[in-house]
């Protein structure tokens, strides 16, 4: 089973990838594999993107809910733009909470694409799972290290209310694209038409990123991080994965 969480599409991209792959049904959202969990033995690979040195906030949330996760191997994969700092040992601690144990993982950056090694990355991370192979890349230095939790817990405590920061341009056509991407259903419709931002906001960046209107700005800092869909990836496909459920 493969978990996705993906705000501007790099995760779902690698997803995708590692699905056809390892001959796996397409990627579930996380929210999906909380309602219908993995059964018990099966192999689980996470994939999702780097926040602030560590894993989406609603990912090691709905971890810590889970009574224990029961899959056979659990192997993750985080899509960063450079700095991953310390996502996957981050991880691996909530795993252990569980009674699961990251048999492996990855860290996939844009710098893999622009370098024209990404399709090499996925075909190394697809032959080790295949085969179940151990290991567990480190995070990026010991500074990293010591710095991630601390950075990351300060994130988690302050994303929710990262919503407030949008403003909308008068160019939003009321398409109301940004409320249906939106992974946790944090933007709702006025009577207007126009999106509203509640306080449970993931930073994913999905409404910003894909905004057919680019009607959506953020604050100085926000246009520091990369936003940039990736080529061959469309707004229908991360609906796809928010609809998407388990196989019967
Ligand atoms: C709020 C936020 C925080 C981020 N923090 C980091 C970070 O600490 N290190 C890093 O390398 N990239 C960071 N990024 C970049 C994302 O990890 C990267 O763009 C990722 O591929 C996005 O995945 P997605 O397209 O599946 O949403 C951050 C992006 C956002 C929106
Ligand atoms: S996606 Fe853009 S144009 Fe459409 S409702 Fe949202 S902000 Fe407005
Ligand atoms: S409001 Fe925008 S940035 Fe926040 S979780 Fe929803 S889509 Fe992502």
Not at 111 to 132: C, F, P, Q, S
Not at 151 to 179: E, M, P
Not at 189 to 205: H, I, S, T
Request: hydrophobic share 40%; proline share 6%.
């Amino acid at each position: 089973m493969i978990v996705c969480f993906s705000g501007t599409g790099h995760s779902l991209r690698v997803a995708r990838d590692l699905a056809q792959g390892l001959g796996e049904p397409p990627p579930v959202s996380v929210r999906a594999w909380e309602r219908q969990r993995e059964t018990a033995g099966e192999r689980l690979v996470l994939v999702f993107p780097v926040y602030a040195f560590g894993p989406p906030r609603l990912l090691t949330t709905v971890i810590d809910r889970m009574e224990a996760i029961r899959a056979g191997q659990v192997y993750a994969v985080a899509t960063a733009g450079g700095t991953p700092g310390s996502a996957l040992t981050i991880l691996d601690g909530h795993l252990r909470e569980r009674g699961a144990v990251l048999r492996g993982g990855w860290i996939i950056t844009r710098w893999d694409t622009w370098l024209n090694r990404y399709h090499i990355k996925i075909n190394i991370m697809v032959r080790a799972i295949k085969e179940g192979r151990a290991g567990l890349l480190p995070g990026s230095s010991l500074l990293f290290d010591a710095l991630s939790p601390l950075l990351y817990r300060g994130f988690c405590r302050r994303v929710g209310a990262t919503g407030r920061r949008f403003r909308l341009a008068a160019t939003c056509t009321r398409c109301g694209l940004c409320a249906r991407l939106c992974p946790v259903d944090n933007i709702t419709l006025g009577d207007d038409g126009r999106p509203r931002w509640g306080d449970a906001c993931e930073a994913c960046l999905a409404c910003y990123a894909w905004c057919p209107a680019r009607a959506i700005r953020f604050g100085w800092w926000g246009r520091l991080l990369p936003a940039e869909p990736p080529a061959g990836l469309t707004a229908q496909d991360l609906l796809a994965l928010k609809e998407q459920t388990r196989p019967a």
